[in-house]
């Protein structure tokens, strides 16, 4: 039996090794009743992260943020797994991993870039001490950002060998995942992160115009994607002197 | 990844002596830059692009200046011009806008493309000559940068500036892009508004702005058109606004285009309701034939009782 949590992992490429990502892969080709389940989640998790912010009290917010650090330690020392014995129903799974996934959401990005300044390169580096040291939530930020970033690019890397119809489909949920993050980043007063990814959006609609199938725009895509997780990995590295 | 400086500017300048070839292959096929995937000798160069986001800026803007005045193909200028965009100093900001007065098409698309990621007030300020005195791609990829950077207000000037109606048709989809609610709600009051104005409303869900524009005293092909798209809004109040907008029109177009919206919005209680209080057999037969096309329950109510009657 696979459960909704390990669905929503397998959605976003994260918290699954090699074997489980296989498992899952392999049983949703075969099932359509669990392909059926995966996109009736994602489409909660879709329709959750498009409802309007409403103010999360602190002591909640931060009762989330450390589960969500606390897993990201787990995926560090990952060991053998107990088999899962006490399940959600699926109505409060869905409602509590889209729950985490608006909050990871608005949480990485508000913590992210801020000061926005920290995260645009200047010139010369002022290198402040307090900056320096960075805000306290760089992990969650950097986990839920690098989420967003390499699974767009993974699956852009993967349109080539995927079905016409796959494509398609593919292109359209990267579409729509994009402009929540960039809806997101607003939201959390982030205008330098939520301008690249609009900046992306002309690019991601001309491709689903095409069916997926540009080499050019998924090219241009990808470098782009790459360069921005190279100055999310230089910020975390340098971050007083090249973001 | 982590190249030094000298190793990137080495791989980049490796780069542009084997794209020489490709340059002249480009030309002989006629594919521009821009519409192609990187070849391998472009491969590298981009990949050193990239490790250029690991340098300080102050290391990395050298290079990158290099790579521009120098002989790298268009397309890894492109991309080095989206590079440029993530380095916040002021002489970043100057490449940018004097490329963006380049007459290479593909790399001043692509620095106004960065202008507008860059989100620098004043540089974006001065697009608005670059927009006036542009062709339609130039105007468009103004308008884009805009977007990009959230820039309601010179969208909005776009448009009530517009001097044909493409162009303000263009400005206006934008702002419904934006979901510039008030801007468009200001081109409502203008008078003759356009129909560009009428789609964008209809996306953004404006009834009462649609609405002033269908009882308004505007052009009639637009009133129609606006009545029309009232259907795209769904819900209670768009169902009302068009029995009303129905019942109370005497002009066939107005009707008829409520009669639409109704069909595209599927209120089939709203047209039954109408059939049940049409007095002449020509309008009962007129709604009758627009609840048949709605396939619905209604319609079936109302076969059955026409036939009836019978």
């Known amino acids: 039996m696979i459960t909704d949590d390990e669905l929503i992992l397998y959605y976003y490429r994260d918290g699954l090794d090699a074997d489980e990502r296989a498992r899952i892969g392999a049983a949703i080709s075969n099932d359509p009743q669990l392909a059926q389940r995966l996109q009736s989640l994602v489409a909660h998790l879709d329709a959750a992260a498009a409802m309007p912010e409403v103010p999360v009290p602190a002591d909640v917010q931060q009762r989330w943020k450390s589960a969500l650090d606390r897993a990201a330690y787990n995926d560090g020392v990952r060991t053998a797994r107990a088999p899962r014995t006490g399940r959600f129903s699926l109505h409060w799974s869905m409602a509590a991993a889209a729950a985490v996934a608006v909050v990871a959401i608005t949480l990485v990005v508000r913590t992210a870039t801020h000061p926005s300044q920290e995260r645009v390169a200047e010139v010369p580096a002022p290198a402040p001490a307090a900056e320096a040291a960075a805000t306290t939530e760089t992990p969650a930020y950097e986990r839920g950002l690098k989420f967003h970033l390499a699974s767009t690019e993974q699956r852009l890397a993967g349109l080539?060998?995927?079905?016409?119809?796959?494509?398609?489909?593919?292109?359209?949920?990267?579409?729509?995942?994009?402009?929540?993050?960039?809806?997101?980043?607003?939201?959390?007063?982030?205008?330098?992160?939520?301008?690249?990814?609009?900046?992306?959006?002309?690019?991601?609609?001309?491709?689903?115009?095409?069916?997926?199938?540009n080499t050019a725009n998924i090219a241009q895509l990808s470098f782009e994607l790459r360069v921005m997780q190279g100055r999310l990995k230089a910020g975390a590295d340098t971050p007083s002197t090249t973001l | 990844m982590h190249?030094?400086?000298?190793?990137?500017?080495?791989?980049?300048?490796?780069?542009?002596?084997?794209?020489?070839?490709?340059?002249?292959?480009?030309?002989?096929?006629?594919?521009?830059?821009?519409?192609?995937?990187?070849?391998?000798?472009?491969?590298?160069?981009?990949?050193?692009?990239?490790g250029l986001m690991a340098q300080p800026a102050d290391r990395a803007l050298p290079i990158i200046k290099k790579v521009l005045a120098g002989?790298?193909?268009?397309?890894?200028?492109?991309?080095?011009?989206?590079?440029?965009?993530?380095?916040?100093?002021?002489?970043?900001?100057?490449?940018?806008?004097?490329?963006?007065?380049?007459?290479?098409?593909?790399?001043?698309?692509?620095?106004?493309?960065?202008?507008?990621?860059?989100?620098?007030?004043?540089?974006?300020?001065?697009?608005?000559?670059?927009?006036?005195?542009?062709?339609?791609?130039?105007?468009?990829?103004?308008?884009?940068?805009?977007?990009?950077?959230?820039?309601?207000?010179?969208?909005?000037?776009?448009?009530?500036?517009?001097?044909?109606?493409?162009?303000?048709?263009?400005?206006?989809?934008?702002?419904?892009?934006?979901?510039?609610?008030?801007?468009?709600?200001?081109?409502?009051?203008?008078?003759?508004?356009?129909?560009?104005?009428?789609?964008?409303?209809?996306?953004?869900?404006?009834?009462?702005?649609?609405?002033k524009i269908a009882e308004g005293s505007g052009e009639k092909s637009v009133r129609v058109e606006a009545v029309r798209k009232i259907g795209i809004i769904q819900g209670d109040a768009a169902h009302a606004a068009l029995r009303e907008i129905y019942s109370s029109n005497?002009?066939?177009?107005?009707?008829?285009?409520?009669?639409?919206?109704?069909?595209?919005?599927?209120?089939?209680?709203?047209v039954l309701a109408l059939y049940q209080a049409a007095k002449t057999t020509d309008e009962k037969r007129e709604l009758l034939r627009t609840l048949t096309m709605m396939d619905s329950d209604a319609a079936l109510k109302a076969i059955d009782a026409a036939l009836e009657k019978k």
Not at chain 1, 165 to 188: F, G, H, K, S
Not at chain 2, 253 to 270: F, P, V
């Open chain 2, 250 to 270: 005497k002009d066939e177009e107005i009707r008829d285009a409520a009669l639409q919206g109704m069909l595209i919005s599927g209120d089939d209680k709203g």
């Open chain 2, 3 to 50: 190249f030094i400086p000298t190793t990137l500017a080495a791989l980049l300048l490796a780069g542009a002596a084997s794209a020489q070839t490709v340059v002249s292959e480009s030309r002989v096929i006629q594919v521009k830059n821009s519409d192609r995937a990187p070849t391998e000798a472009e491969e590298l160069s981009l990949a050193a692009l990239e």
């Open chain 1, 160 to 213: 080539g060998s995927a079905k016409p119809e796959e494509r398609a489909r593919l292109v359209e949920t990267i579409t729509a995942q994009n402009r929540m993050y960039a809806l997101a980043a607003d939201r959390a007063g982030e205008p330098q992160l939520a301008r690249v990814l609009r900046a992306f959006d002309p690019i991601l609609e001309s491709l689903a115009r095409e069916g997926g199938d």
């Open chain 2, 71 to 211: 002989s790298q193909t268009t397309l890894v200028k492109q991309r080095a011009l989206f590079v440029l965009s993530q380095i916040n100093s002021p002489e970043a900001r100057d490449i940018l806008l004097q490329t963006s007065r380049s007459a290479d098409a593909d790399l001043r698309s692509e620095a106004i493309r960065s202008i507008g990621i860059g989100g620098d007030g004043k540089a974006l300020d001065s697009l608005q000559a670059i927009y006036s005195a542009g062709n339609d791609d130039v105007k468009e990829e103004v308008l884009q940068a805009w977007l990009i950077a959230g820039r309601k207000e010179a969208v909005y000037q776009a448009a009530l500036n517009a001097k044909t109606e493409d162009e303000a048709s263009n400005a206006i989809r934008i702002l419904g892009a934006m979901n510039a609610g008030d801007e468009l709600r200001k081109l409502v009051d203008r008078p003759n508004a356009l129909s560009g104005l009428v789609d964008a409303l209809a996306i953004s869900g404006d009834l009462a702005s649609l609405r």
